[in-house]
Every structure is written in C-alpha cells, then in structure tokens.
C-alpha cells in the first residue's frame, strides 16, 4: 500500500546555485545530505521542507562511477535541468513491487545503493517514480521560513494524452484514491485528482481544447517532452512578485 507522497526531485547541474535560491531567494528550510550521499551514492541530495505537502528534493551528479550520478547525468544529457522523479512510500518497498509487478506495473530491479524501488515511466504516463519506506526523511517541527512564506509542493500536475487512462494507471495500479475525471472548460482540459494518503495531491491534466490558455500549453508541452510532470503548485503565504515562474527547468503555479 503506498502511505505518502514524501517528496518530488529535481535534477539540477549547480547543486550549491539550487541550494542557495531555495534557501536564500524562496526562504525555504534547507537540509544538505551531501557529506552522506557523495560518499555513499555518488550524488549531491538536499531537501527544501517547507510546512505542509511535500517536499522539494534537490540532486546533481558527482561520482560517475556510481550508479544514481551516472542517471542523473543521463539526464541532464538528455532534457536538461528539471524534474527527475516523483518519490512514494510503503511500509514495505520491496513487497510493494512485487505486487506492482503482479498489476503489470514495470518495476525495476533495485539500483546498487538504493533505498527504494523504481517504477519505469513508461508504466506511469512518463513520471519516474521511487518506492522508499515509510518515513524516509524526517520533517522538522518548525522549519525555518522567510517571506512570502511557501509551502511544500500541494499539487503535482502531470501533463498526459488521455487523464482517464492516467486515472486508470494511478487508481487500479498504484492503489492510490482517484476521484472520477471530469472536464475543466475555463482550463480546456480533461483532469483527475489522484489522492496519495500524505503529502500533496496529484492532478492528471489532458488538453481537449487548444483554444484555451492551459489546454495550448499543455500540447506544447507534450509535443516537446512528451508525458510526465508539468508543474509543481505552492502556496504562500505572503505577498509574491510572480504566481508562475521556472526555475532549474521547473514550472511553479503559486496559489493563496
């Protein structure tokens, strides 16, 4: 059974440049794993963890020996900066893929050093995603925050061809709360919000008329890059200079 939504990662080249605006420019509270992670996996890791939903997980490459650098930089090869992975928990990864693979879900074989359980995105509408065990980092009671004050990631909205077929995989695959899809005509899009237990939700949005806004790019996007994660959403707080933005090859919707 999947528990929570814990975290979304980013990829990023500059590891120290990605910490210091989650830290320094968004305000966020900012945990750096690196002097356990390099040693151990090769890789930079930092979590931004911000109040409520999920957090914000920060990866760059920097052992090419080993094997979760050698993916990111494959990565960043390949689509640039942006976001690498959607991480879920089970009480029992392991267990959990197995009856995934039961479903027909492309569960990968354990990656050498890893804490958790890959789902191939060609099984997921074009979204990686990480099994790890309950409780997987542990949240700060009272993370420090600076103005506008975001929050951690409230909804994960992933950009697909058909959201009803999307809602088929979340639901009947993963196991996870899917509520029936409907039409957003101010948004010309088809959605479905899938519920994990813990964390942010997940929106699964699909265009079905061009003419609007969202629905445009959202075929722009997917002609681009295919399926897969569209945008991260936050909340504020506080006053913000701007409700849409990217950075390190992420879109950010800010909402209060």
Known sequence: MITAMPRIAIAVKDFEAAVATFRDQMGMHVLDFSPETVPSLGA?????????????????????????????????????????????????????AEILLEKGVKVLPLMR??????????STHGVLIRIYPDGSVTQPENPSSASPHYTGIQKVLIATHDASLAADVYANGLGLVAEPSQIDTDRGVLTCVVRPPKGGVIELISPVDSSQETANELELFLNEKGEGIYALELDA?????????????????ISK
């Not at 979760?68 to 959607?86: N, P, T, V």
């Not at 707080?237 to 919707?253: A, E, N, P």
């Open 44 to 96: 930079h890791v930092g979590m931004c963890q911000p109040a409520g939903g999920s957090n914000i997980e920060l990866m760059a490459p920097s052992n090419p020996d080993e094997p979760l650098s050698q993916a990111l930089q494959k990565f960043l090869d390949r689509r640039g900066e942006g976001i690498y992975a959607m991480m879920l928990e089970s009480a029992d990864p392991n267990s959990e």
């Open 113 to 122: 050093g890893a804490g958790g359980r890959d789902i191939h995105p060609s």
């Open 237 to 253: 707080d506080g006053d913000v200079t701007h409700h849409d933005f990217q950075i390190f090859g992420t879109r950010f919707f």
